[in-house]
């Protein structure tokens, strides 16, 4: 599949003027637009396009869009909604809502769109709090064809022919092994899960999680992934063809496109040998979220640019630009998924996988499990006392909620 280097953002919305569409004399309106979109997929670029392309048909309006990292962009709205200097439009992560619902600084998009076009979106309270962009969002494995012809099966293939692509600084699998996002697969895989069925009570001193933290510590230990590495790290091992696969994100599908060409091959994670089950990475996507001030016109605006970019063409310009899988149920049914050995392998994954909790327990959840699974990791805990420490602190966590 071939990116678009330059491409035009359309929609027949955008060659309206928008005084026409929202029935009202022209008036100036800034919409300030905070996006986690980085620039190292080209991801933030698309989003300024489409910004460009909505104000060239819609001079009155002026669209300032402006990068945070994902945890700054959730501590800087929050306090900027206190400080009530709230943008008027995020683009950002499902689990962003649970904590921007408790607070009261978002509000339901319930009425403002046909949400029935568009995959599931975010649910909290009987109420819609996220207008979809793109879905999926989910970790799955991508290998080398030419250090890799057929990627492992199971887990126990993956041990078995790990040591015969790992030496001299080279590596059969790397992933991020210091963010839990990493780790929720494996606990899937061994039939685990990080709440109970109320959906808030921490379920993380179990089996399943000693189970996954010690497999995680089997690859380390095997030699088949490096001794420490980060997100960066294992990127750069991938790319540089040092490591046969690695568990990354459908966000890199369109730089690694670029960097390995007709190299790259998509698989699902492989079944866990032990249970027979395959993993289950969280499944989310990008949702746009408007604050709970903004009304009247400027809401009319937000909304036309909301339509614009989950148009059909610019879902269709997602897909080619960006690799991701759209947000539109129609352009889902597109030959330009259906079609794609990529996209469609993307999809696979999706299907093993599970929505990632947007409860606000959920934040308390991560914040746990991340240094355990780095203790357990460099070697200085075992699974056992990291998984009843997790517990601990997930639910010392959500008693001060």
């Given amino acids: 599949m071939k990116k678009i280097k330059f491409f035009q953002p359309l929609s027949m919305l955008a060659l309206m003027p928008l005084a026409f569409l929202v029935g009202c004399a022209p008036q100036e309106e800034v919409i300030n637009l905070w996006t986690q979109e980085g620039t190292s997929e080209g991801a933030y670029e698309f989003v300024v396009s489409l910004a460009e392309a909505y104000m060239a048909n819609n001079s009155e309006v002026t669209i300032e869009v402006l990068n945070k990292e994902t945890e700054a962009l959730r501590e800087d709205f929050q306090n900027a909604s206190l400080a009530g200097e709230a943008p008027e439009l995020l683009w950002t992560v499902n689990d962003h809502a649970g904590p921007f619902v408790l607070a009261g600084i978002i509000q339901p998009v319930d009425g403002l769109v046909d949400l029935s076009r568009y995959v599931e979106s975010v649910m909290l309270d009987?109420?819609?709090?996220?207008?979809?962009?793109?879905?999926?969002?989910?970790?799955?494995?991508?290998?080398?064809?030419?250090?890799?012809?057929?990627?492992?099966?199971?887990?126990?293939?993956?041990?078995?022919?790990?040591?015969?692509?790992?030496?001299?600084?080279?590596?059969?699998?790397?992933?991020?092994?210091?963010?839990?996002?990493?780790?929720?697969?494996?606990?899937?895989?061994?039939?685990?899960?990080?709440?109970?069925?109320?959906?808030?009570?921490?379920?993380?001193?179990?089996?399943?999680?000693?189970?996954?933290?010690?497999?995680?510590?089997?690859?380390?230990?095997?030699?088949?992934?490096?001794?420490?590495?980060?997100?960066?790290?294992?990127?750069?091992?991938?790319?540089?063809?040092?490591?046969?696969?690695?568990?990354?994100?459908?966000?890199?599908?369109?730089?690694?496109?670029?960097?390995?060409?007709?190299?790259?091959?998509?698989?699902?994670?492989?079944?866990?040998?032990?249970?027979?089950?395959?993993?289950?990475?969280?499944?989310?996507?990008?949702?746009?979220?408007?604050?709970?001030?903004?009304?009247?016109?400027?809401?009319?605006?937000?909304?036309?640019?909301?339509?614009?970019?989950?148009?059909?063409?610019?879902?269709?310009?997602?897909?080619?630009?960006?690799?991701?899988?759209?947000?539109?149920?129609?352009?889902?049914?597109?030959?330009?998924?259906?079609?794609?050995?990529i996209l469609s392998g993307s999809s696979q994954q999706v299907a093993t996988g599970t929505p990632m909790p947007s409860v606000i327990e959920m934040r308390c959840n991560w914040d746990a499990m991340k240094p355990e699974m780095n203790a357990v990791l460099a070697g200085t805990k075992t699974a056992e006392e990291a998984a009843a420490a997790m517990q601990d602190a997930a639910e010392n966590c959500i008693a001060t909620l």
């Avoid at 126990?156 to 692509?165: T, V």
């Fill in 126 to 341: 009987g109420q819609t709090w996220g207008i979809p962009i793109s879905s999926g969002n989910h970790l799955m494995l991508l290998y080398n064809r030419d250090l890799i012809s057929n990627p492992p099966q199971d887990t126990d293939e993956l041990l078995r022919i790990g040591s015969n692509l790992s030496s001299d600084g080279n590596y059969a699998i790397v992933w991020n092994q210091v963010e839990p996002f990493w780790l929720v697969p494996w606990l899937g895989g061994f039939n685990g899960r990080v709440f109970a069925a109320d959906g808030v009570t921490p379920t993380l001193n179990t089996p399943e999680m000693i189970n996954s933290l010690n497999f995680l510590y089997e690859l380390k230990v095997a030699g088949i992934t490096p001794e420490e590495t980060d997100y960066a790290g294992a990127d750069t091992l991938f790319k540089e063809g040092r490591s046969a696969m690695i568990i990354n994100g459908d966000w890199s599908l369109g730089d690694y496109i670029d960097t390995l060409g007709d190299k790259l091959g998509i698989a699902p994670l492989p079944r866990v040998s032990q249970t027979g089950s395959f993993p289950a990475p969280y499944t989310s996507g990008k949702y746009f979220m408007i604050p709970v001030d903004v009304d009247g016109s400027t809401l009319d605006v937000v909304v036309s640019f909301i339509e614009f970019v989950t148009s059909y063409e610019n879902q269709i310009l997602l897909v080619q630009q960006l690799a991701r899988l759209p947000a539109l149920l129609e352009v889902l049914q597109d030959p330009v998924v259906v079609n794609d050995t």
